[in-house]
C-alpha cells in the first residue's frame, strides 16, 4: 500500500504553495504562466478524485442509447454520426450528451456549474 | 526556418530602413517585445525623426509574423489594409503606418503602427469599475466597421462574400471536426440545430469576426483600439454582434451581457444609433448558439495542435479544457427551441 499523503494530496499541497507563495513574487506574465500551471494542476486533482466512474458512466448511457457496446472513442464517433445523419433533436439523446457535459465541466471547471445554477 | 529577431537588430535595421523612407536620419530605440502573440510578434519601438513631415518622437508598433508562423487566413499586408480601411472609417485602430513586404529588412514582412496606451485583457478589464458609455463607444465601433465596403476600400483579398454565411460556416466547421481524433457529438449537436434554424440570409458585411472583450483596449474607461483583425472578412453582421455578447466571452462576468464590461441594451443601442437598423434579437439568439459552437471548434483544434505534437504548449492543452463548458452552452441554448 502507498503511503499517505497520496498522489492527489501531494498535488495539492503543492498547488497550494504554487499559488500561494511562488505566484506573488513572479512578473506579470510568468504569473499568467503559473496560474495556467495551477489550474492545470487543479483539473488533474479532480479528475484523480473522479477516476474511471464519469468514463464508466458516459460508456453506459452512450451503448444505451446507441443499443451497442464498444469503448469510448467508438461510442462517440456513432453517436456524433448519428446526430449528423439523422438522429437530431431527440430528448433522450440531448439529455445524454447534457449529463456528460456536466460531468466533464464538474473536472474542467467547476465553478461553471455553481456560477448559475 | 526565420531566425528570431534580437531587440538589437530591429532597432538597428529599421533606424536605417526608416532614414530610407522619411528621407532624413531616424534613430528607432527601445525595442521591447510585448507579450502574447504566437503567430505574431509584436514590438514597441520609440522612432526619433530628425526632420521632414514626420519630425519628432513617435510612439510605435512593428508588428510581424513569429518565427514559427503558421499561415492564417491574413497577411500582414492585408492586416494593415484592414486597419486603414477601419481607420477612415473612425473606428478607433492604432493608426497604421505603412507596411513592408520585403524581407530584406527583418527577414520577415512587417507593419508599423501607432503605439495605443491601455488594457486588453478580458479577465482584467471585467473586474475594473466600468465606465459609462464604453458599451455604447463599443456598438458604434462596430457599426463603423460594418459600413466598410469590402469591395470598394481596399480589401478584395477577401474575395467574394458568401451567399449564405451561416451555411458556409456550418459547412466549415462539419469539415474541421472531421479531421480530428475524437468525435464531438455536443458540437455535431449545436451545428445540426443550426443548420435546422439558420436564418434567412441578409446582404453580408465586412465583420471583423473576432470582436470580443480581450481584442480592444481600453484606456482611462475608453474604447483606444480594436485589435486582432486576423480573423476579419465577410458574414452576417449579426455574427459580431453575438460574438461579442456571447457568454463564453463575459470573462465570468455573466451578470454584464455586453462582453462582461456593459448590458446588452447598452451595446445594441450604440449599435443602432450609428447603423440606423434595428438589430434583430432572434438573430443575435441564433448566433450566439454560432459563437459556442465556433469557439468550441477552434478550442478542439488548438487542443489537437498540442496533442499532436505540432505545437506543445501548456495554453493549448488548457484549450481543451474549456470544450466541456462551451458544450454544456450549447447543450443548454438548443434546449427550449427544440424542434
Known amino acids: 500500500m502507498r503511503d499517505r499523503p497520496s498522489g492527489a494530496e501531494l498535488l495539492d499541497i503543492a498547488r497550494e504553495v504554487l499559488r500561494d507563495k511562488i505566484t506573488p513574487d513572479l512578473s506579470p506574465e510568468r504569473r499568467y504562466d503559473a496560474l495556467m500551471v495551477a489550474n492545470a494542476m487543479a483539473i488533474v486533482l479532480r479528475q484523480m478524485e473522479t477516476g474511471e466512474q464519469g468514463q464508466k458512466d458516459e460508456r453506459q448511457a452512450l451503448s444505451r442509447i446507441l443499443g451497442m457496446e464498444g469503448d469510448l472513442e467508438t461510442l462517440n464517433r456513432e453517436l456524433a454520426n448519428r446526430i449528423r445523419f439523422g438522429d437530431a433533436g431527440n430528448p433522450a439523446t440531448w439529455k445524454v450528451l447534457h449529463d456528460v457535459a456536466v460531468a466533464k465541466v464538474a473536472e474542467s471547471n467547476p465553478r461553471y456549474l455553481s456560477a448559475d445554477e | ?339
Open chain 2, 1 to 339: 526556418m526565420v531566425m528570431g529577431l534580437t531587440a538589437q537588430d530591429i532597432t538597428e535595421r529599421l533606424s536605417i530602413y526608416l532614414s530610407g523612407v522619411a528621407g532624413c536620419s531616424v534613430n528607432v530605440g527601445n525595442a521591447q517585445k510585448l507579450s502574447g502573440g504566437a503567430i505574431q510578434e509584436n514590438w514597441a519601438v520609440d522612432a526619433d525623426v530628425s526632420s521632414g513631415d514626420w519630425a519628432g518622437q513617435h510612439k510605435l508598433v512593428m508588428r510581424c509574423d513569429a518565427p514559427s508562423g503558421v499561415a492564417t487566413s491574413h497577411t500582414r499586408a492585408e492586416e494593415f489594409a484592414l486597419l486603414k480601411a477601419a481607420h477612415e472609417v473612425g473606428v478607433e485602430v492604432p493608426i497604421p503606418c505603412f507596411v513592408c513586404e520585403e524581407t530584406d529588412v527583418l527577414g520577415r514582412r512587417f507593419f508599423i503602427m501607432h503605439r495605443v496606451s491601455g488594457i486588453a485583457a478580458g479577465h482584467k478589464l471585467v473586474r475594473q469599475e466600468i465606465s459609462k458609455g464604453l458599451g455604447r463607444e463599443l456598438g458604434k465601433n462596430l457599426a463603423r466597421i460594418h459600413s466598410i465596403d469590402p469591395l470598394q476600400d481596399g480589401l478584395a483579398f477577401l474575395g467574394q462574400p458568401p451567399e449564405y454565411p451561416a451555411l458556409s460556416a456550418i459547412t466549415t466547421y462539419f469539415k474541421y471536426l472531421d479531421v480530428l481524433e475524437q468525435a464531438h457529438p455536443a458540437i455535431e449537436w449545436g451545428l445540426n440545430w443550426l443548420s435546422d434554424h439558420a436564418p434567412e440570409p441578409v446582404k453580408p458585411v465586412l465583420c471583423h469576426r473576432d470582436y470580443r472583450t480581450g481584442n480592444y483596449m481600453v484606456d482611462a474607461g475608453k474604447l483606444t483600439a480594436v485589435l486582432d483583425w486576423e480573423f476579419a472578412g465577410w458574414s452576417d453582421p449579426t455574427e459580431d454582434i453575438a460574438w461579442f455578447c456571447a457568454k463564453c466571452w463575459r470573462f465570468g462576468a455573466n451578470e454584464r451581457e455586453g462582453g462582461g464590461v456593459t448590458s446588452r441594451e447598452e451595446f445594441y443601442q450604440g449599435y443602432e444609433e450609428e447603423s440606423g437598423h434595428t438589430l434583430d434579437r432572434d438573430g443575435i439568439y441564433y448566433w450566439e448558439v454560432m459563437a459556442h459552437v465556433r469557439w468550441a471548434v477552434i478550442a478542439c483544434q488548438q487542443a489537437a495542435r498540442h496533442v499532436s505534437g505540432e505545437e506543445r504548449s501548456l495554453e493549448l492543452a488548457l484549450t481543451a479544457h474549456v470544450v466541456p463548458e462551451l458544450e454544456l452552452e450549447i447543450l443548454r441554448l438548443t434546449e427550449r427551441t427544440n424542434a
